[in-house]
């Protein structure tokens, strides 16, 4: 039995190969949920919903995210819609006071949907119809996400990582902003101070997670910061975590990293912006995978293999390595 940690993009590549060594059936994935919004009233669920049509066969693998081939009409509609109207575009937070009205889920992360900021497709936003139909039927995300598994033929175990809101929140230059607005609308550009995971204090994790992760646990090559540190701020989940066995996939070489804002996250936490600063990031690890140029030493085991993964067959060479260091360890 092995559990993935998954958000953003790193982890679904890695994903692909995860059939080399470990049996579906046997796997459990929890995704990320911090970066979730609820626009124009619907409840939106990125990493959630690349590992569902990652699994359904039908993921966008040029973007990795959306859904391959979808049409983006109502997107259009939407901006051409406002810009007749004089309706500004851009993020738009609904006002502070709405921000805790309704669905409770969706607290501190309300968009307007005006010139809806993200780029959503008509089939991808059936899916959200159909989850936030759901949750308002008085469904939990994960029985939401439940269905939408089967409904996509699962067959790995998905679980969201709460079922409580949790939303990360950047503080910047430029003021407070939710992380999909730093990076979607902004392109990661703000100068970063700092990141919040609002109500992950009193958020539980969701259920079935912390027996997940009693198993061997692999964390992909996310972001360290937006990605994973929301499911870290749960409590019980890093104590958990502790107590098993954890490989860690360097999202950096070196002093670099693979893809989106890791390295000006970290920083912004105090950790350093590089492959050592996994070191900080992930102080339960048992050991790590980075890459076979990288001289980053660890006072623990470490594998060393080429960790691009651009195909399905990369993919299986790092499940490989990850499936050596679980075996070598002490």
Do not use: C
């Not at 001289?295 to 594998?303: A, G, H, I, S």
């Amino acid at each position: 039995m092995v559990t993935f940690l998954s958000g953003g993009t790193g982890t679904p590549k890695l994903l692909d190969g995860a059939a080399a060594a470990f049996s579906p059936e046997e796997t459990t994935v929890v995704a990320n949920t911090g970066d979730d919004i609820e626009l124009g009233g619907l409840f939106v669920s990125p990493d959630v919903d690349t590992l569902l049509f990652q699994g359904g066969g039908i993921l966008d693998r040029e973007t990795w995210w959306g859904i391959d081939g979808d049409t983006h009409r109502t997107n259009s509609a939407l901006s051409d819609i406002a810009s007749a109207a004089g309706l500004p575009d851009g993020p738009q937070y609904l006002p502070e006071e709405k921000q805790t009205e309704g669905r409770d889920l969706a607290n501190w992360r309300r968009f307007s949907g005006v010139a809806e900021f993200m780029t959503i497709g008509d089939r991808d936003r059936a899916v959200h119809i159909t989850r936030t139909s759901l949750l308002d039927e008085g469904h939990t995300l994960s029985e939401a996400t439940q269905r939408l598994a089967s409904a996509f033929g699962l067959t790995i175990d998905l679980l969201p990582m709460s079922d409580d809101p949790v939303a990360s929140l950047v503080h910047t230059d430029e003021g407070l902003i939710h992380f999909q607005e730093y990076w979607v609308a902004h392109r990661g550009e703000p100068a970063v101070d700092t990141v919040e995971f609002r109500g992950s204090s009193k958020a539980e994790p969701a259920p079935g997670v912390l027996e997940a992760l009693e198993d061997d646990v692999i964390i992909g090559p996310s972001n360290p910061v937006t990605s994973i540190g929301p499911m870290l701020a749960l409590p019980g989940v890093a104590d958990a975590l502790a107590q098993t066995t954890v490989v860690a996939v360097s999202p950096f070489l070196g002093d670099d990293a693979f893809s989106g804002p890791a390295g000006d996250l970290m920083a912004a936490v105090n950790a350093e912006p590089s492959t050592a600063g996994l070191a900080a990031a992930y102080p339960f690890a048992d050991a790590f995978v980075i890459d076979e140029n990288d001289d980053t030493e660890f006072d623990r085991p470490t594998v060393k293999t080429d960790i691009a993964i651009d195909s399905r067959e990369d993919a299986k060479r790092m499940i490989r390595a990850i499936d050596h260091a679980i075996e070598n360890l002490p």
